[in-house]
């Protein structure tokens, strides 16, 4: 599938960037195109056949068509990794857009810039999370249980049990993103890590929970359990990775110096980090006129042009009382509150 | 005189038989690693949130499920704008849920089930949630068979109960969670039908009730089965060790019988720890497969008890056995040992009350625990600290009488080398094999120990190879219930009266060991009851 572009990288170092720029629909790697449709999808509706307008490729038809809960859980997905991106970057340079400085040709997904690699992390983590979910909600039918693989489920769940879902979710998320398939050029590793990074980000969240239920209920059984972390506290460590995010050189890969012990110790480390290729242009001419939080945001977002600020009369939720378990009842106060914006 | 088989078991054929055993513990260990799964599998489920729109909220014959025909409404939690109120939500759990596109079902092998409830709360700057706040959950469990159409839910059982929440928060903002301990909700001591359905309400009928809980976004339950596969190897591994044992009863009953004395105290703890074993053997899961048991996990309990009460009287007895017991002319009876055995039956008695108090009442209500209300925390700690500490008390008073044992061996060794050769020997024999015993003992209670703070500390799997994965959990539940099988198949056979007598040249003495004839002839009291040399042997020496 890769095969004309990857030789052509090799051929070339400079004709990287054309080629990625100028990719031809269908001849780019599954990866790459379901996550940028994912994240680049903002519009509210919830389209009845996510797959297809995914314009998934054989593979992901299949996974879509094995199980009818999978395209909910996929438009689950999206939503919460945008949502989530939105809330945690408003107050950034960068704002979750999918363009640099408003301009149209300065697509995050030309390159692979530090946003680019968190976008792909973002949105993997966000996918296994949701799939995880709705294995555990049983609106997903078709998760399977890990230890049993090519066995008869029923028996072997019977008998042994099931594995947890966070790990099935692992799966069919490299499974749906055609992990196999993205290629071996740089550019696919280098993406193919970032979500790997960002799938982890969800499983390092994953908090053991643990039951005693022996001899007068002591702890001579115990049996313990994964709980699936809420996804923002994924998110809060994603937002960290994106800020200690590496660069790497683009290098020729087709003539591949020989591994020192040295690079390897260094490639093993770095694989628990974010990696992008280039560097992300200057973003102070897209801040003019974004609200900033306060006056230490307002210094670094601005880019030192300064900043307006002003008071305006805001109708909020106050003295809040929790009536009951799910719902919240409040007055509408009104206060004057500061508002900030860049000049 | 005659002595046990212990004593007059030649060199070799113990070797034989403590290798046999050996090699009976080993495979159990095995079969425990490489053929059973975990002892037990746990499932987490997320509720779904259904909007009852009903005006009666107490009718008990509307379910609400999220899988299958007639499945609920579905509402979003956060959406503040819709028009309902709390009393319409119900967080329904479907249990168990699917995998591979197929609807499972419980299995009766699978034995219990256990639900514990986590739930997710939002973080609110302007209402946070105090720790130790009460929840009040209202919650109904059904069930439904294979066979019976999606909607036919039939209750099992209801009770609104009261829980504890702790929670705690690292980063307060909005969107974040708190980090709430898990809360233990029921306990089913039989998985007798295929489907089960919780249904769970938060009820403010009182002022305050449900009021400082915070926003709830998720609810999430966690249950928890023993696995079928390991039922089947537990069950088999009793329906083997039962006939054994129940033989050897049999065969160590007949031969104390035999004699021409009455049984011993000894014999009769002896006996009276076989039975307990036996009982815990039973393989009674195989009525759980027919009949709805839920009295099982209780039952379970009271036999390990019962168990575990015979072990620690049976040590003390025998350690009180072998030492000087001042009235030696009378036949030793347990009432000599009342003070000793008091410690144990406290303990024991505590602990069956503390039981009764959890997993009796769950009979009646699978919702209920001690532990929720002040009044029954204070119980509970109660009876487990009395527990905890007559064990001390035990255990003290154990090592005391068994370093009192030791002592006395050794103050008589010395005397050894003014007896005849052949006797001394046949001395120096009965005190070895009563150290390997003794050492038996605390090699099974050590290795008891050490499996279980291995098991706490390690991983639960063990990978030697590729091919090669023990479970070690499951590996040491069945280790250890064949070490302690094993151990009292050992004891019931080592101590059996052996029939062989003592050769005639031993006691045919020469003119020179005239004098130890005299010191070792039978007391007066014993000539009718001919009890283990060893014991005799100590108690002699005791009146001169």
């Known amino acids: 599938m890769l095969g004309s572009s990857s030789v052509s990288y090799a051929i070339a170092l400079s004709a990287l960037t054309f080629i990625s720029s100028e990719i031809v629909e269908g001849s780019r790697p599954v990866l790459q195109r379901t996550i940028e449709s994912l994240f680049s999808d903002r519009s509210e509706t919830v389209y009845p056949d996510a797959c297809k307008w995914l314009r998934s490729s054989p593979r992901q038809t299949k996974i879509c068509n094995r199980d009818p809960g999978m395209e909910e859980t996929i438009d689950v997905a999206k939503n919460q990794a945008i949502s989530s991106c939105e809330d945690a970057f408003r107050y950034d340079k960068w704002n979750c857009s999918l363009v640099f400085n408003n301009k149209p040709k300065r697509n995050i997904f030309n390159k692979i810039y530090r946003e680019t690699a968190f976008i792909f992390a973002l949105t993997a983590a966000s996918l296994s999370h949701a799939i995880a979910k709705g294995c555990a909600s049983g609106s997903l039918v078709k998760c399977s249980c890990l230890n049993s693989f090519g066995k008869n489920t029923v028996k072997e769940w019977k008998t042994a049990g099931c594995g947890d879902d966070f790990r099935y979710g692992k799966r069919i998320t490299r499974n749906f993103l055609d992990f196999k398939h993205a290629g071996n050029d740089q550019i696919a590793d280098t993406l193919k890590q970032n979500v790997l990074v960002g799938v982890e980000a969800v499983g390092e969240q994953l908090r053991e929970v643990c039951k005693c239920h022996g001899f007068s209920g002591s702890c001579t059984t115990k049996t313990c359990w994964k709980r699936l972390p809420p996804f923002s506290s994924a998110m809060g460590l994603l937002k960290k990775q994106y800020h200690h995010a590496v660069k790497k050189k683009i290098v020729n890969y087709t003539t591949k110096r020989a591994i020192t012990p040295k690079v390897r110790k260094r490639i093993r480390k770095d694989r628990k980090s974010l990696v992008y290729l280039q560097k992300t242009p200057n973003l102070c001419v897209s801040t003019v006129g974004r609200p900033c939080r306060d006056r230490q945001n307002c210094a670094t977002l601005c880019c030192g042009r300064g900043y307006n600020k002003y008071q305006r009369a805001v109708d909020s939720r106050c003295n809040c009382k929790m009536l009951n378990c799910c719902f919240v009842k409040c007055d509408t106060c009104r206060e004057n509150v500061d508002f900030y914006e860049c000049k | 005189m005659t002595g046990t088989i212990i004593e ?81 939500i119900v967080f329904a759990f479907q249990m168990p849920v699917p995998r591979e596109s197929m609807t499972l079902d419980y299995s009766r092998w699978q034995q219990n089930l256990i639900g514990v409830l986590q739930v997710d709360i939002r973080y609110h700057s302007q209402m946070e949630v105090k720790p130790r706040s009460i929840i009040t959950v209202d919650a109904r469990l059904a069930y439904r068979n294979k066979g019976d159409p999606d909607d036919a839910w039939k209750l099992y059982t209801q009770s609104v109960e009261k829980r504890h929440l702790d929670c705690d928060i690292d980063i307060k903002t909005e969107e974040y969670l708190y980090n709430c301990s898990a809360i233990p909700l029921f306990e089913l001591g039989s998985l007798y039908h295929d489907y089960y359905l919780l249904n769970v309400r938060l009820p403010v009928d009182a002022p305050g009730m449900n009021a400082n809980i915070g926003h709830i976004q998720d609810m999430w339950l966690t249950v928890i089965n023993q696995n079928g596969g390991f039922t089947k190897v537990w069950v088999s591994l009793k329906t083997v060790f039962f006939p054994c044992i129940v033989a050897i009863i049999v065969w160590f009953w007949n031969r104390v019988h035999m004699l021409e004395r009455k049984p011993v105290l000894l014999e009769k703890m002896l006996l009276s720890l076989g039975i307990a074993l036996c009982l815990l053997n039973m393989p009674l899961e195989y009525l759980t497969l027919q009949f709805d048991l839920p009295f099982m996990l209780l039952l379970g309990d009271i036999r390990q008890g019962v168990f575990y009460a015979t072990l620690f009287s049976f040590w003390l007895v025998f350690a009180g056995e072998h030492m000087l017991i001042q009235d030696t002319t009378a036949q030793s009876s347990l009432k000599q040992y009342w003070r000793h055995l008091s410690a144990v039956a406290m303990g024991c008695i505590s602990l069956f009350i503390f039981d009764m108090c959890e997993r009796g009442v769950q009979l009646r209500n699978p919702f209920y625990s001690i532990w929720v209300t002040d009044l029954g925390t204070n119980l509970a700690l109660t009876f487990i600290v009395l527990a905890g500490i007559s064990t001390c008390i035990y255990f003290l008073f154990l090592c005391y009488m068994v370093w009192k044992v030791f002592v006395n061996i050794s103050h008589k060794r010395a005397t050894l080398p003014t007896m005849c050769s052949v006797r001394r020997l046949h001395y120096e024999g009965i005190i070895y094999r009563f150290k390997f015993l003794m050492l038996a003992t605390l090699l099974c209670a050590a290795l008891t120990v050490i499996g279980f703070i291995l098991g706490q500390v390690a991983e639960g799997q063990w990978k030697w190879d590729e091919n090669i994965e023990l479970e070690y959990t499951s590996a040491f539940f069945t280790g250890v219930y064949g070490m302690w099988n094993v151990y009292i198949f050992a004891l019931l056979v080592l101590y059996a009266p052996s029939h062989k007598r003592w050769p005639a040249a031993e006691n045919t003495s020469d003119s020179q060991n005239l004098s130890e004839e005299i010191e070792f002839s039978p007391l007066p009291s014993e000539t009718a009851s001919e009890i283990s040399s060893l014991t005799s042997f100590i108690r002699k020496t005791n009146v001169d």
């Open chain 2, 8 to 88: 007059n078991l030649s060199g070799r054929k113990l070797a034989v038989l403590v290798s046999f055993l050996l090699l009976c513990q080993v495979a159990c260990f095995l079969i425990g690693g490489l053929v059973a799964p975990m002892p037990a599998n746990a499932q987490n489920i997320l509720g779904t949130v259904c909007r009852d729109t009903a005006t009666e909220k107490n009718d008990t014959s509307t379910w609400f499920y999220n899988r299958g025909k007639g499945a609920c409404k579905t509402v979003d939690l956060g959406d503040f704008n819709q028009l309902f109120t709390e009393h319409d």
